[in-house]
């Protein structure tokens, strides 16, 4: 409708057509909008329930001889599972961060019971 010679609808003229990739507000949401606060109370509770997990990684696992806290990801499913359905969505998010480490690039329940999630 930006485009359109017929269009008398003013409120689309006063916004940019396009922002480009070196415009530092691309692919970002206005600022003070309610997608902007929508993102940033989603980021805020995922990082509660990161530190939730890390929480219970420390309270479950076993410290090794490296001293750090290590747990199967069968026995954290179990335990997890209760709190929230998003183990292993957290998990990555978790690995993302620097907070945890564990072999493969997912996880599967049953299949992967056995692999040994650490705590950094």
């Excluded at 057509?17 to 003070?32: A, N, Q």
């Amino acid at each position: 409708q930006r485009k359109n010679p017929f269009s008398n609808d003013d409120r689309l003229a006063s916004k940019p057509v396009h922002t480009h990739r070196g415009d530092p507000t691309y692919g970002r949401p206005p600022e003070g909008s309610q997608t902007e606060q929508r993102g940033k109370d989603a980021h805020s509770h995922v990082g509660k329930e990161v530190e939730e997990l890390c929480l219970i990684i420390r309270s479950t696992g076993e410290v090794g001889e490296d001293g750090r806290v290590s747990v199967t990801f069968g026995k954290l499913f179990e335990t997890y599972v209760t709190i929230s359905n998003k183990v292993v969505g957290i998990l990555l998010r978790a690995r993302k961060h620097g907070l945890v480490h564990f072999e493969g690039e997912m996880l599967w329940q049953g299949k992967d019971d056995d692999v040994i999630i650490t705590l950094l």
